[in-house]
């Protein structure tokens, strides 16, 4: 069995891992690289293996940095199928058709203002690939089991997202492990990570590698945050991943509304078509979810759905006339609808910018978390006078410490251990505490790096 590392190797995204049985290619996980501009630009490079030598792709969850470069691979010559969740197929149906418009709109943009290196600029693929690479996607048995040829291959739950999994796939007496991203063990909307106790090889995640979760109550820190920004009459932007963090946001603040710990009259807003759509998986797959089906369904109680983009630009005006609160995606700020909020909200003292969960190097969340007073919003340069926050309490992946417990599980030490998705730092630190507290033999892998194991 031979592992080449085609993505998430010295990074946090871009997720590829490609294991070749010797008679069959499989490719785990199949994502976008996302943050700083020499990472996007790989997104344009060669895979490292023809498309359509590819097999299958087993994917672990619908994030596009594990799953946002299956319609770029289909439109390359991929003809194999796609295999995962039902959540995780309904999920990527939403987030690979909206990163496709995304990409359309940032090439049209391009070419209306001329800000282009190139004759004309392109999407990395369009609407029409997306909704096509959807038709590969095969749905797994109930027990989460499938035979492809000689390999035997399991999911299981993984925490972090719905319909996330980790991947164990077994082939010529050798098992592979592939965590996936792990969810974290007090996850507010799902169970914790599955555990696994057999591996010859194991290609951990390492997110947060080199932290831990700060102990605070989320809820009493975010029902503080809320008070005192309305108290001075200003509103509270929520910048959110679509898929999984609008969700846990939209849950939170129905509680502090239930409990009287914000105005039970204070408008709240959710602005995200795919938020609104993914809210509704979420409720189509509620056995999955740790949360009361009653809480659920109670989710978008008493909020503001905005739907069309000339709705978008009203709301994020009147947000600067009254106080309230706007969820609005994306999460890391690099693109959407979030951008008319920071636009208007981003210049006024009063207003609060308050980013819940992980910030990808090089993304504008991640600017702003580290305390830029600026930010270039269409072209145009913002000053950003507002409060701006870290809530890392959010976060749907497992710290440092989550890992080592739930590498502890293993009842043998796996023969190879890949330190892998996480930033050079973050995955050093694990590989050193994996060394060190369980002697393992483990290293991180370098992008485009190919073991025979």
């Known amino acids: 069995m031979r592992v080449s590392f085609l993505g998430a190797a010295d990074t946090v995204t871009g997720s590829r891992h490609l294991i070749d ?8 996980d199949c994502g976008l690289f996302q943050g700083y501009k020499a990472l996007r630009e790989r997104n344009w490079l060669p895979l490292g293996v023809p498309a359509h030598s590819i097999d299958a792709v087993l994917l672990s969850h619908a994030h596009l940095d594990h799953s946002g470069y299956i319609p770029a691979l289909v439109r390359q010559g991929f003809k194999g199928q796609i295999f995962s969740t039902p959540a995780t197929r309904k999920l990527c149906e939403v987030l690979l058709s909206d990163s496709a418009h995304l990409m359309e709109e940032d090439a049209r ?54 319909g996330a999994s980790c991947i164990t796939v077994q082939s010529e007496g050798r098992r592979l492990v592939y965590s996936g991203d792990l969810g974290r063990s007090k996850d507010l909307m799902l169970p914790p990570p599955q555990p696994l106790e057999e591996a010859d090889v194991l290609l951990i995640e390492s997110t947060y590698g080199d932290r831990r979760h700060p102990p605070e109550d989320v809820q009493e820190r975010l029902g503080r945050i809320i008070r005192a920004t309305i108290e001075r009459g200003g509103s509270v932007l ?20 239930a409990a009287g710990e914000i105005p039970g009259n204070l408008p709240i807003v959710l602005d995200s078509p795919m938020a609104r759509e993914a809210t509704e998986i979420t409720l189509e797959y509620r056995r ?20 069309k983009p000339q709705e978008s630009l009203k709301m994020a005006q009147a947000m600067t006339r009254r106080p309230g609160v706007v969820i609005s995606a994306s999460g890391m700020a690099t693109g959407g609808r979030v951008l008319n909020y920071l636009q208007v909200m981003a210049p006024q003292a009063r207003n609060h910018i308050c980013f819940a969960g992980f910030q990808v190097g090089g993304t504008r969340g991640a600017k702003l978390v ?13 000053s950003v006078n507002a409060e701006v926050s870290h809530l890392e309490g959010f976060s749907g992946h497992a710290d440092s410490e989550e890992l080592m417990a739930w590498l502890r599980q293993f009842r043998r030490p796996p023969e190879q251990t890949f330190v892998v998705h996480g930033e050079p730092q973050a995955a050093d630190a694990l590989r050193s505490r994996i060394q060190d507290e369980l002697g393992w033999a483990v290293r991180v892998p370098q992008q485009g790096e190919s073991v025979e194991v």
């Open 21 to 28: 049985t010797g008679g069959q290619r499989l490719l785990l």
């Open 109 to 162: 943009r391009a070419n209306r203002t001329g800000s282009t290196r190139h004759e004309k600029a392109l999407p990395l693929y369009t609407l029409k690939d997306a909704q096509h690479a959807i038709t590969h996607f095969v749905g797994l048995p109930r027990d989460g089991r499938l035979k492809l040829g000689k390999s035997e291959i399991r999911f299981t739950p993984a925490g972090h997202l719905l």
């Open 238 to 257: 929520l910048p959110s991943f679509a898929v999984g963090r609008a969700q846990a946001l939209l849950l939170v603040l129905q509680r502090l509304r």
């Open 288 to 307: 999955l979810a740790k949360v009361s089906p009653g809480e659920l369904s109670r989710l978008c109680e008493g909020v503001t759905l905005v739907s």
């Open 370 to 382: 580290a305390g830029d007073r600026e930010v270039k919003l269409r072209g145009e340069f913002v």
